[in-house]
Every structure is written in C-alpha cells, then in structure tokens.
C-alpha cells in the first residue's frame, strides 16, 4: 500500500501516449469551438462520418483534428466515437438543435446497440462518456426552461402509480424498528 502513490504514477505516465491522439468519428453534425466552451468562437464545422484524431478530452468535450477539412478545435463528447467500433458506427445525418441532454438521451439509446453478443441479445453493459457536470460559463449562461419543467411532471409517481407497482411486484411494506445509536 505505501507505494501505491509510485505505482498510480508509473501507470498513468505509461498509458498516456495510448490515450493520445486515438482515431474517431463524428456521428452527428458537429460545431467545433477555438477552447471547451460553447461562449467562445466557433471555428467550423465538422460532418456526421468524418474520421478526426483525438488529442485531449476535458469534462464533456474533446479536442480533434479533421485532416480532410484542416479544422482543429473542440467538440462536444458526444459527438465523437473513439476506438475499434469507430468505423461502424452510425451516423446522424440531421442536425439536432435540441441540446446537450437529448444528445445524451440520444447516444444512451444508440450506445446500447454497441454492446450485441453473438447470438444478437444485448448485454447488461452499460455504456457512458463520463461527462462530469455543466461549465462555469454554462452554468453562467443557463436559463430556466419551464415548458420543459412541465413535461417531465408526467415522469413523477403518484401514490396510485406506486399501489400498481408493489401489486404487479408482489411487495408489501415491511416495519423495521428504530434502532438507537450506542453509546
């Protein structure tokens, strides 16, 4: 345990030139932005389909080089597959001006695909890109959307949603008692 610290260092030093500049694909239309930040400027734009290398990620986006269109910049996670699956994945050709979370909800659906057995079942992976939370000037920017604050309502339980769940389920509420802290 005492050279822990040492061993985390050594294999962090060794996996970082894998991690460097890895083969990708961009699978929806995608902004590119001159820092990690959508209050910065966009340099261009990159398509569904095309082939980048990726050099850094930060939070909820990574930088990438497009060959083809000599654009260098940053886009968001979501927007780029990295690794063996990167020349199969598919792509959206469409572009989606509803946000950062339903890219996310999108790719959630989407990633589930990637994780088939050979018998064709899905399998019990769980797929994610580990974005950490909204940046200082996203969280600057932000502005309450309450139409939407209304729709997801209908996602909330009610008592009668729940006597339906614990009949389906077999379950009944079991008294456990109070037990005090000692001393």
Same mark, same amino acid.
């Given at each position: +345990?005492?050279?822990?610290?040492?061993?985390? @260092?050594? %294999?962090?030093?060794?996996? &970082?030139?894998? =991690? #460097?500049? =890895?083969?990708?694909?961009?699978?929806?239309?995608?902004?590119?932005? &001159?820092?990690?930040? @959508?209050?910065?400027? =966009?340099?261009?734009?990159?398509?569904?389909?095309?082939?980048?290398?990726? %050099?850094?990620?930060?939070?909820?986006?990574?930088? $990438?080089?497009? !060959?083809?269109?000599?654009? @260098?910049?940053?886009?968001?996670?979501?927007?780029?597959?990295?690794?063996?699956? &990167?020349? =199969?994945?598919?792509?959206?050709?469409?572009?989606?001006?509803?946000?950062?979370?339903s890219g996310l909800a999108s790719l959630s659906r989407r990633a589930s695909g990637f994780f088939k057995s050979s018998s064709g079942s899905t399998s019990s992976g769980t797929a994610t890109i580990g974005v950490r939370g909204l940046s200082e000037? !996203? $969280?600057?920017? #932000?502005?309450?959307? %309450?139409?939407?604050?209304?729709? +997801?309502?209908? /996602?909330?339980?009610?008592?009668?949603? +729940?006597?339906? /769940? @614990?009949?389906?389920?077999?379950?009944? #509420?079991?008294?456990?008692?109070?037990?005090?802290?000692?001393?």
């Open positions: +345990m005492k050279h822990l610290p040492q061993i985390l @260092t050594i %294999f962090l030093f060794l996996a &970082a030139p894998s =991690q #460097a500049n =890895q083969d990708g694909v961009i699978v929806r239309q995608a902004p590119v932005y &001159a820092k990690p930040s @959508t209050a910065v400027q =966009q340099v261009g734009q990159i398509k569904a389909g095309s082939r980048v290398s990726v %050099f850094d990620r930060r939070g909820g986006w990574q930088e $990438i080089f497009s !060959e083809k269109q000599g654009i @260098t910049g940053w886009v968001r996670s979501y927007q780029v597959r990295q690794g063996n699956f &990167a020349p =199969q994945v598919k792509t959206e050709t469409s572009s989606d001006s509803r946000g950062f979370l000037d !996203e $969280i600057k920017s #932000a502005v309450a959307d %309450f139409e939407e604050f209304e729709r +997801m309502k209908q /996602f909330a339980s009610s008592q009668k949603r +729940m006597n339906v /769940f @614990t009949s389906q389920g077999g379950l009944s #509420a079991t008294r456990v008692p109070y037990i005090s802290e000692s001393k």
